[in-house]
């Protein structure tokens, strides 16, 4: 077994940094050659060209309000939602858990569709409403504009910054409060002067992550920041290699380097925050209670704003996109709207072969995907927690890599890889870029779970003649049941949803849902749009309830174990 431990390692490290490290290497190549068939012929032309273009500083610009735009936004909301969680005795506190999970279920492109639905300036539904109740000419409100992209970024990326936020505020000391308060201090100013100088590791952390995010973000650019020409570095790398007479790979290439060396940038930024977040530690060892503010009067009006963002980030999308569906244009919410609903843009979808085909292929790389992803992950988790060793710490940081990357920076690079050989415009080329790309969603789960399974099982196991296969198959994987299945549903769903890589690597017959929605929207086909995202959204939960009824169902057995 030690022969074979030794082993694992060593060739996980290949498979891993295969995935992780070689698109990186395809897209420095590629950087520094003129095209996609002169692979190999260097030169300084596409770096060039890229940086002397009189549109990048204004791109730049935008880049840079927006990212910090949204970050702001989401780190502002999360610290709100997580005070008022923690620390005040705000009623109905389930509703802080749907709006920190639930989101991340609604694909990001149906979320922004939605926004455009609802305030694009020629007929949007609210902008209608406003035009024929006050009578005006022009639209009251432009979702395509920089504030729309900040806004509506925000709200997307609220639910991870309220993921980092929440561990830090529940374990935060209140005797350091209290003794604010003994010495004179308000609420207000304990806040400002004792609670959120403590918090400000966890605080950075979650901002630095939501620049990350929104820095590769590409739904909110294309959809709401496009068609008002506003154009941030995603998009900019997009026209690279979507518009013109021939697509510029080395010119997107040459852009990608900046974006992807200011992520993995941020990204170490943010493993060092979270690492000095340990020395805020102020949890003691007597008994921990956190004291709660009494809101009075301002119980129900709060109240009422985590309602309101409630509604905006999980009911207002998807009603908005249902009934978009069955109206034949758009129009206000009437009697006359309800009596015109039909079901004619479901059945367009139903009957369009390339709106099928895009559906099998989500499910097949949601389902088989994520199978082989957890997979790897089981085996790649296996080897940082229970092998401990030099090697396995290189694995980790492999297995991370990933996560720094941008979708569509990374989707270029793997471009440069495929197109050399029989995998490109082939489903398995989007197989193997996904798996690459949310791997670190199978590792973090499992990396945890294998925590918890204490070595004296597989010692046992040994003992009693049993071999490494066999532990693993019949001590180590019936434990680790909920983290393949958290693993799982986490990869599933990103795969599904995934757009970012997949405008780069989808070609004729590998139309993925993300794709072919976001097809729609340039078109402008919204009602077929809204169908083809409701179906999106049912798979998504489908594959979230099956796996959840997989992981209960496996539960009795670990416990009676």
């Known amino acids: 077994m030690g022969n074979r431990k030794s082993l694992l390692t060593p060739v996980l490290i290949v498979i891993v940094g295969f995935l992780t490290v070689c698109p990186v290497i395809m897209l420095v190549f590629g950087s520094f050659s003129t095209g996609l068939g002169t692979f190999g012929q260097f030169t300084l032309e596409k770096y060039i060209q890229a940086y002397t273009d009189p549109e990048l500083a204004g791109i730049i610009t935008n880049t840079i309000v927006f990212v910090l735009g949204s970050s702001a936004v989401a780190t502002g909301l999360a610290l709100l939602l997580v005070y ?14 749907i709006i920190s999970i639930i989101p991340m279920m609604i694909p990001h ?34 979702i395509y504009s920089l504030w729309g992209m900040i806004l509506v970024e925000g709200l997307l990326d609220l639910p991870i910054a309220y993921l980092i936020l ?24 304990t806040l400002f002067r004792v609670t959120l100088p403590v918090l400000r590791p966890a605080i950075l952390a979650a901002f630095i ?31 690279s290699i979507a518009t013109g007479f021939a697509a510029d790979y080395g010119k997107a290439a040459a852009i990608g380097m900046s974006v992807l060396v200011t992520s993995i940038t941020l990204i170490y930024l943010y493993r060092y925050l979270t690492s000095e977040s340990e020395k805020y530690v102020t949890i003691s060892s007597r008994g921990y209670r956190p004291t709660v503010i009494r809101l009075k009067r301002a119980r129900y009006p709060l109240f009422g704003v985590v309602g309101i963002l409630s509604l905006v980030l999980i009911v207002l999308p998807v009603l908005v996109l249902f009934y978009t569906s069955l109206v034949p244009y758009s129009m206000v919410p009437s009697m006359k709207a309800f009596s015109m609903m039909s079901w004619k843009h479901w059945i367009e979808v139903i009957h369009d072969p390339i709106s099928i085909l895009s559906l099998k292929n989500s499910v097949f790389l949601g389902v088989v995907g994520a199978t082989l992803g957890i997979t790897l992950s089981v085996f790649v988790a296996y080897a940082i927690v229970k092998v401990r060793s030099h090697a396995s ?46 791997l670190p969603y199978g590792v973090r789960p499992l990396t945890s779970a294998f925590i918890q399974v204490h070595s004296h099982l597989e010692e046992s196991s040994q003992v009693c003649g049993a071999g490494a296969f066999t532990t693993m198959r019949r001590i180590v994987i019936p434990l680790l049941i909920p983290g393949i299945v ?8 990103m795969f599904v949803r995934e757009l970012t890589l997949s405008v780069v690597l989808s070609r004729p017959g590998t139309e993925v849902l993300a794709v072919q929605i976001f097809r729609f929207a340039e078109d402008g086909l919204w009602g077929q749009l ?31 174990g």
């Open 109 to 142: 492109i149906l979320f922004s569709v939605s926004w455009v639905l609802l305030l694009n300036p020629s007929n949007g539904l609210i902008n209608l409403f406003l035009r024929q109740v006050l009578g005006l000419e022009n639209a009251a409100v432009n």
């Open 209 to 239: 992550l939501s620049l990350v995010r929104s820095l590769a973000s590409f739904a909110v650019p294309s959809v709401i920041g496009m068609p008002g020409r506003i154009y941030v570095l995603a998009t900019h790398i997009y026209q």
């Open 393 to 438: 710490g290189i694995l980790e940081s492999l297995s991370f890599l990933s996560f720094s990357f941008p979708g569509i920076v990374i989707g270029v690079g793997f471009m440069w890889f495929f197109v050399r050989t029989p995998l490109y415009a082939t489903i398995w080329a989007l197989l193997i870029g996904y798996i690459a790309t949310y």
């Open 84 to 97: 008022l969680n923690t620390r005040t005795d705000i009623p109905f506190k389930f509703l802080f858990r």
């Open 486 to 493: 958290s693993g799982w549903i986490l990869m599933a769903t």
């Open 166 to 189: 929440a561990p830090a505020m529940a374990s935060f000391d209140v005797a350091l409060e209290e003794s604010s308060r003994v010495c004179g201090g308000s609420t207000l100013r």
């Open 530 to 560: 809204s169908a083809l995202g409701i179906m999106m959204i049912f798979i998504s939960t489908t594959l979230v309830i099956l796996a959840t009824l997989v992981g209960i169902r496996f539960k009795p057995m670990e416990e009676s």
